[in-house]
């Protein structure tokens, strides 16, 4: 085994490799970029070295130097399947915690891959040519070559939107990858996406570990995941397994893997081999729940030239695991990457969280958005399910919005619950806002600027605005609060709405019938937590409340950087036509003109880096129109 392991990666995936070392034994060595010196993973870590990007292999190899690293573990995502980070790892004498350069190279280039598969006899989607494509049957699927997560993908559902299709997924494939092939294939409209665990030795042992399903996905990235699926039995378990080992032989493929496959949401038996994951997957702790297993203990002792412990016989499955991905987005606005500092993180007691932020985390819409999974474990789906709602509901951040509401909303939805999936189905659901009950969000803010104010008068009587008065009769006091980005809502706040609030202190307080709940402040800005949503409230004025921005105007709903500008002043646009492209936590974002018109004003250019709300442009009507 190793004395020294380098993690080469941030956030939760290098706390979680940081866990299995200290239980080895093994000095870990953390890397961080600007921005992460205080990182959670930084502070873990019993020797740490500061980088200038995460994805300077010259870099990461000069930190396992100076720290006599004899092994790197590259995490996901980053440098993590990058062939040229294990040849580096090779010519600085240091061992690469992942399958060789060659078999990384050769799986995870989809193309190639594919023709691996078809010649071990794996299914695979059928594929056309750019001139095919044109006389094909829709829809179909654009997919990057090199990389995964779902950049560089696009769904095309006419011909007409090929040639756009292609150059986005060109575009995104090359920022993302730095290669900029992408191929086309037949798209499954109604699909489920089946994934199996591989591991596999240095002496041509190759075991798998069961099936995941991970057909909840937006924009192509997996929300939840579980083990086992509830739509594959022994039977289809068994034939996933052998196609996932006759695939990974025959790339020569060493250390942990992912084959993925998409399958006939009503006839899973259906299915096709996807592309090939060549490192651990963000999904592997519901593997290891139910197979008892450490994956990254597994993934040492395999590089560290160690024969499997165990054989394909000796793999047995236990109950059930379901992950839930919290993520810095904003479901209510498409998803829309969110970003600033954590002003409060309360983790639900009992069931395993891998994250990586706690309280004064500063979330950058540079990094991907995941903030922590929320994985459980039960005797059968059912009670996983239940236990997932349970922590769900028990999970508080504040300062940052994010999708545990979302999820929780997800969760609750009756084709979920009967395991009815399929990888359109979040597209297909609308997104519910999250539920005030009653008035409590807007009274709780309200009570605390009401504090405020009391503060703020000191002593003297006839400077408080809370509803005082010299006959010591309080009298209600009515706010106007604006409650997320919904419209202002007026709130009174009686008298018994004090008597009701208890406060617990830790930013905690209760209100009688209402539960717990949980505040944070953020300049004037209230953030309130219960069962697991949050909200940002404000106290607005009237003036403020009616003024509104101009129908055409066009603001950064994320910070980002400012990726492409298709439109120019004075162009006539009409309403969705591109104005401004901007790329933000590794995803493209179409800024479209919101009316008919001209535009009026451009007010980035390419490269900007912009906040959220800076206005980008504006849109004016054409007199005419």
Known sequence: MFDTVLIANRGEIARRVVRTLARLGIRSVAVYAAGDRDAPHVREADVTVAIDSYLNIEA????????????????????????????????????????????????GDKLRAKQ??????????????EEEARAA?????????????????????????????????????LTGFGDDRVFIERFLPRARHLEVQVIADAHGHVVHLGERECSLQRRHQKMIEESPSPAVGDELRATLGAEAVALMRA???????????????????????????????VEHPVTELVCGLDLVKLQLQVAAGETLPFGQDEV???????????????????????????????????????????????????????????????????????????????????????????????????????????TGLIERRAVPPAPIPDDGIGVAAAMLTLADLRRRGGDDPFARVDGWRLGGIRAPSYWRMAVGTGEPVDVEVRPDYVAATTWLGDGRFAIVDRGEWSLAR????????????????????????????????????????????????????????????????????????????????????????????????????????
């Open 60 to 107: 990461v190899i000069a930190a396992c130097t100076s720290t006599g690293a004899d092994a790197l573990h590259p995490g996901y995502g980053f440098l993590s399947e990058n062939p040229a980070l294990a040849r580096a790892c090779v010519r600085a004498g240091v061992t690469f915690v992942g399958p060789p350069a060659e078999a990384s190279e050769l799986m």
């Open 116 to 129: 691996v598969a078809r010649e071990a006899g794996v299914p695979i989607v059928p594929g056309f040519s």
């Open 137 to 173: 049957d829709y829809p179909l699927l654009v997919k990057a070559a090199a990389g995964g997560g779902g950049r560089g993908m696009r769904v095309v559902e006419r011909v007409e939107d090929l040639d756009a299709a292609l150059a986005a997924a060109r575009r995104e494939a």
């Open 251 to 281: 790339g020569g493929y060493v250390n942990a893997g992912t084959v993925e496959f998409v399958a006939d949401a009503d006839n899973p038996s259906e299915h096709y081999f996807l592309e090939c994951n060549a490192r651990l997957q």
């Open 316 to 422: 047995t499955f236990r109950g059930h695991a379901i992950e839930a991905r919290v993520c810095a987005e904003d479901a209510a606005r498409d998803f829309l990457p969110a970003a600033g500092r954590i002003l409060a993180y309360q983790r639900p007691p009992g069931v395993r969280i891998d994250d990586g932020i706690e309280t004064g985390s500063v979330v950058d819409a540079g990094y991907d958005s995941l903030l922590a999974k929320v994985i459980v474990h039960g005797d059968d789906r059912p009670q996983a399910l239940a236990r997932l709602e349970r922590a769900l509901s028990g999970l508080t951040i504040l300062g940052v919005v994010t999708t545990t509401g979302f999820l929780r909303g997800l969760m609750a939805d009756p084709g979920v619950r009967d395991g009815i999936l399929d």
């Open 522 to 625: 953020d300049g004037d800005v209230t953030w309130i937590g219960h069962g697991g949503y949050a909200w940002p409230v404000r106290h607005v004025s009237a003036a403020e409340a009616r003024a509104g921005l101009s129908d055409g105007e066009l603001r950064a709903p994320m910070p980002g950087q400012v990726l492409l500008v298709p439109a120019a002043v004075g162009d006539d646009v009409r309403t969705g036509d591109p104005v401004v492209v901007l790329e933000s936590m590794k995803m493209e974002l179409v800024m479209s003109a919101p009316i008919d018109g001209s535009v009026a004003a451009i007010n980035v250019a390419v490269g900007d880096r912009v906040t959220v709300d800076q206005p980008l442009a504006r849109v004016e009507p054409e007199p005419s129109r």
